[in-house]
C-alpha cells in the first residue's frame, strides 16, 4: 500500500503564505515598539516625578503625578510580558498557534478601561501644570532631550494606549484574511478578533459613560441651586431654549432653558436677567437658577391647535406649572414633540434616581412621586385622542345626513296625502332608509320609531 504525497502548495498561496508571515512579524515588531513607548513613560517621565515626591522635593504633587499618568505603569508591565510571549510563539507561527497569545491576554485589557476614561483628564492637567509650575516645564524640556525620546514629547507618547487596541483589530483582521481555514491557528485568530472588538466595545461605552458623568458634574456645578444630578444611568439627550409664556399670562418671552435627561426634564432661567447665556454644550460657563423639573412620567406634553393669535404651539405641563411654549415652524415642534415621545417612552427603563434639590434660601424641593408603574406612551395617547376626535366628527356628519334624509322624506309623504295617492319607493332603497334609520335611532334613544309604532299597533 502506497503513501499519498500531499500537493506541494501553489504559486498563489506561496504568496499569500509570505504576507501572512508578514502580518504576524509586523504584530511583533509593533508590540515591541509599543512596549518600548510604555517604558519611556515610566521610566523617562513618571519615575523621576514620583522620586521627587518621595524625596520631599515635589515637582509637581502625588495627585498630579497619578491625574497625568493614571495606571499607565499596570499597562507597562502587562505588555512587556505581552511582547514577550508573541516573540516566543512568533517561531512555530508558519504552521503552528501563534494567537492564542491573544486570547490568553485579552482578559487583561479590561485595565484600559481607567487610562482611556481619565486620558482627557490627563491633558488638561499636564497642560495646567506647564503653565502654572516653571519647573514642570523645564522637566518636561529635560526630558524630551532624552536620547530614547527621539524628538517626542510626552503627550505624543500618552495617545499610544489609546490607538493600540484598534490597531490590533485591524492587523487580526488581515492576518485571518491570509490565513487558511484548515490552519491550526485559524480558529484561535477568529476567538481573538471577537474576544478583543467586545472588549474595545467595553472600554468604548466605559468611557461614554464617564464622559456623560463629566457633563452632568458640568452642568451641575452651573446652577446657583444645591442640585444633584450625579447618576451613571443618567444621560444629557437634549438642551436648548424656548420662548414661553406661562398659560395664565400673555405675551412670549425669551430664556427659558431646558435639559432633558433620559429620566427626567429640569427647566431654568439664566441667573441674571441680561443677555442670554450660551449652551452649555459649546462648554460655555453659565449660571442657572431651576425653574422646575420632574421625572419624565409625571411631565405632560400637548398639542395646541393653531389660532389667529398663536401658532406652532405645545401645552408643557411640570411640577404643577404650565408653560405654553412657542416654536419657530411646524417642523420645529413636530421634532420636539417626538424627541420628547421617544425619550419618555424609554424612561421606564431607566432606575429614576431621586434628585434632592436644595434652592439658595435652603429651602427643600419637593421630589415628584416616584412611579414605577409602566406609563402608556404619551404619543400614542396623543395618537387616539385624534382618531377618537375623527371618529366623532364622521358619526356627526352622518346623523346631520340621515336627518336631512328623514326631512325629505316627510315633506314626501304630506305632497303624497295632498294628492291622495301614496306613491311606494322600491324596496331596496325602502330598506336602505329603514335600516338608516333603525341604526341612527338605536344609536341615541333605542329603537326606531317605526318599531315603537309596530308594538302599539298589536296592542
Given at each position: 500500500?502506497?503513501?499519498?504525497?500531499?500537493?506541494?502548495?501553489?504559486?498563489?498561496?506561496?504568496?499569500?503564505?509570505?504576507?501572512?508571515?508578514?502580518?504576524?512579524?509586523?504584530?511583533?515588531?509593533?508590540?515591541?515598539?509599543?512596549?518600548?513607548?510604555?517604558?519611556?513613560?515610566?521610566?523617562?517621565?513618571?519615575?523621576?516625578?514620583?522620586?521627587?515626591?518621595?524625596?520631599?522635593?515635589?515637582?509637581?504633587?502625588?495627585?498630579?503625578?497619578?491625574?497625568?499618568?493614571?495606571?499607565?505603569?499596570?499597562?507597562?508591565?502587562?505588555?512587556?510580558?505581552?511582547?514577550?510571549?508573541?516573540?516566543?510563539?512568533?517561531?512555530?507561527?508558519?504552521?503552528?498557534?501563534?494567537?492564542?497569545?491573544?486570547?490568553?491576554?485579552?482578559?487583561?485589557?479590561?485595565?484600559?478601561?481607567?487610562?482611556?476614561?481619565?486620558?482627557?483628564?490627563?491633558?488638561?492637567?499636564?497642560?495646567?501644570?506647564?503653565?502654572?509650575?516653571?519647573?514642570?516645564?523645564?522637566?518636561?524640556?529635560?526630558a524630551n532631550r532624552h536620547s530614547d525620546c527621539r524628538g517626542r514629547d510626552l503627550p505624543?507618547?500618552?495617545?499610544?494606549?489609546?490607538?493600540?487596541?484598534?490597531?490590533?483589530?485591524?492587523?487580526?483582521?488581515?492576518?485571518?484574511?491570509?490565513?487558511?481555514?484548515?490552519?491550526?491557528?485559524?480558529?484561535?485568530?477568529?476567538?481573538?478578533?471577537?474576544?478583543?472588538?467586545?472588549?474595545?466595545?467595553?472600554?468604548?461605552?466605559?468611557?461614554?459613560?464617564?464622559?456623560?458623568?463629566?457633563?452632568?458634574?458640568?452642568?451641575?456645578?452651573?446652577?446657583?441651586?444645591?442640585?444633584?444630578?450625579?447618576?451613571?444611568?443618567?444621560?444629557?439627550?437634549?438642551?436648548?431654549?424656548?420662548?414661553?409664556?406661562?398659560?395664565?399670562?400673555?405675551?412670549?418671552?425669551?430664556?427659558?432653558?431646558?435639559?432633558?435627561?433620559?429620566?427626567?426634564?429640569?427647566?431654568?432661567?439664566?441667573?441674571?436677567?441680561?443677555?442670554?447665556?450660551?449652551?452649555?454644550?459649546?462648554?460655555?460657563?453659565?449660571?442657572?437658577?431651576?425653574?422646575?423639573?420632574?421625572?419624565?412620567?409625571?411631565?405632560?406634553?400637548?398639542?395646541?391647535?393653531?389660532?389667529?393669535?398663536?401658532?406652532?404651539?405645545?401645552?408643557?405641563?411640570?411640577?404643577?406649572?404650565?408653560?405654553?411654549?412657542?416654536?419657530?415652524?411646524?417642523?420645529?415642534?413636530?421634532?420636539?414633540?417626538?424627541?420628547?415621545?421617544?425619550?419618555?417612552?424609554?424612561?421606564?427603563?431607566?432606575?429614576?434616581?431621586?434628585?434632592?434639590?436644595?434652592?439658595?434660601?435652603?429651602?427643600?424641593?419637593?421630589?415628584?412621586?416616584?412611579?414605577?408603574?409602566?406609563?402608556?406612551?404619551?404619543?400614542?395617547?396623543?395618537?387616539?385622542?385624534?382618531?377618537?376626535?375623527?371618529?366623532?366628527?364622521?358619526?356627526?356628519?352622518?346623523?346631520?345626513?340621515?336627518?336631512?334624509?328623514?326631512?325629505?322624506?316627510?315633506?314626501?309623504?304630506?305632497?303624497?296625502?295632498?294628492?291622495?295617492?301614496?306613491?311606494?319607493?322600491?324596496?331596496?332603497?325602502?330598506?336602505?332608509?329603514?335600516?338608516?334609520?333603525?341604526?341612527?335611532?338605536?344609536?341615541?334613544?333605542?329603537?326606531?320609531?317605526?318599531?315603537?309604532?309596530?308594538?302599539?299597533?298589536?296592542?
Amino acid at each position: 500500500m502506497g503513501l499519498t504525497q500531499s500537493q506541494p502548495p501553489s504559486e498563489e498561496q506561496e504568496k499569500k503564505d509570505r504576507k501572512r508571515l508578514a502580518v504576524v512579524n509586523e504584530i511583533v515588531q509593533t508590540e515591541d515598539t509599543y512596549s518600548s513607548c510604555l517604558d519611556i513613560i515610566v521610566r523617562v517621565y513618571q519615575a523621576p516625578l514620583e522620586e521627587a515626591v518621595a524625596q520631599g522635593k515635589p515637582i509637581i504633587t502625588q495627585e498630579e503625578v497619578v491625574a497625568v499618568f493614571a495606571n499607565i505603569r499596570e499597562i507597562q508591565q502587562l505588555h512587556a510580558n505581552l511582547a514577550k510571549e508573541l516573540r516566543d510563539a512568533q517561531g512555530g507561527a508558519e504552521n503552528g498557534p501563534f494567537t492564542h497569545v491573544f486570547v490568553k491576554y485579552v482578559s487583561s485589557f479590561r485595565i484600559y478601561t481607567e487610562f482611556v476614561n481619565n486620558y482627557n483628564n490627563s491633558l488638561d492637567n499636564l497642560s495646567r501644570c506647564q503653565k502654572k509650575k516653571k519647573g514642570f516645564q523645564q522637566f518636561l524640556a529635560d526630558a524630551n532631550r532624552h536620547s530614547d525620546c527621539r524628538g517626542r514629547d510626552l503627550p505624543t507618547f500618552l495617545i499610544t494606549p489609546i490607538q493600540r487596541l484598534p490597531r490590533y483589530i485591524l492587523l487580526l483582521q488581515e492576518l485571518q484574511k491570509l490565513t487558511p481555514s484548515k490552519h491550526k491557528d485559524y480558529k484561535n485568530i477568529g476567538r481573538a478578533l471577537s474576544d478583543i472588538k467586545q472588549m474595545t466595545d467595553y472600554i468604548n461605552r466605559e468611557k461614554q459613560v464617564a464622559e456623560m458623568y463629566q457633563k452632568l458634574l458640568q452642568i451641575q456645578e452651573a446652577f446657583v441651586d444645591d442640585i444633584s444630578l450625579l447618576s451613571k444611568q443618567r444621560q444629557l439627550v437634549q438642551e436648548g431654549e424656548f420662548n414661553y409664556r406661562r398659560k395664565s399670562k400673555r405675551g412670549f418671552k425669551p430664556g427659558l432653558h431646558f435639559f432633558l435627561f433620559n429620566d427626567m426634564l429640569l427647566l431654568a432661567r439664566p441667573r441674571s436677567a441680561v443677555g442670554r447665556v450660551s449652551s452649555l454644550m459649546t462648554g460655555s460657563d453659565a449660571s442657572w437658577k431651576m425653574s422646575a423639573y420632574s421625572q419624565l412620567s409625571q411631565v405632560e406634553v400637548q398639542d395646541i391647535p393653531d389660532s389667529k393669535d398663536e401658532e406652532f404651539c405645545i401645552l408643557l405641563v411640570i411640577a404643577n406649572k404650565e408653560y405654553v411654549v412657542k416654536f419657530g415652524s411646524q417642523q420645529e415642534k413636530e421634532q420636539c414633540m417626538t424627541l420628547f415621545f421617544t425619550t419618555k417612552s424609554k424612561s421606564h427603563r431607566v432606575a429614576f434616581v431621586d434628585i434632592i434639590a436644595v434652592s439658595s434660601s435652603s429651602r427643600s424641593v419637593p421630589v415628584a412621586p416616584r412611579n414605577d408603574g409602566r406609563a402608556a406612551s404619551e404619543k400614542d395617547k396623543l395618537a387616539k385622542e385624534k382618531e377618537k376626535q375623527a371618529k366623532e366628527k364622521e358619526e356627526k356628519k352622518k346623523r346631520e345626513t340621515m336627518k336631512k334624509e328623514k326631512g325629505k322624506e316627510k315633506k314626501g309623504d304630506k305632497k303624497s296625502k295632498g294628492k291622495g295617492k301614496k306613491e311606494e319607493p322600491p324596496a331596496d332603497a325602502l330598506t336602505s332608509i329603514m335600516n338608516g334609520f333603525s341604526s341612527f335611532y338605536s344609536s341615541i334613544s333605542g329603537p326606531a320609531p317605526e318599531e315603537s309604532k309596530g308594538k302599539k299597533n298589536k296592542k
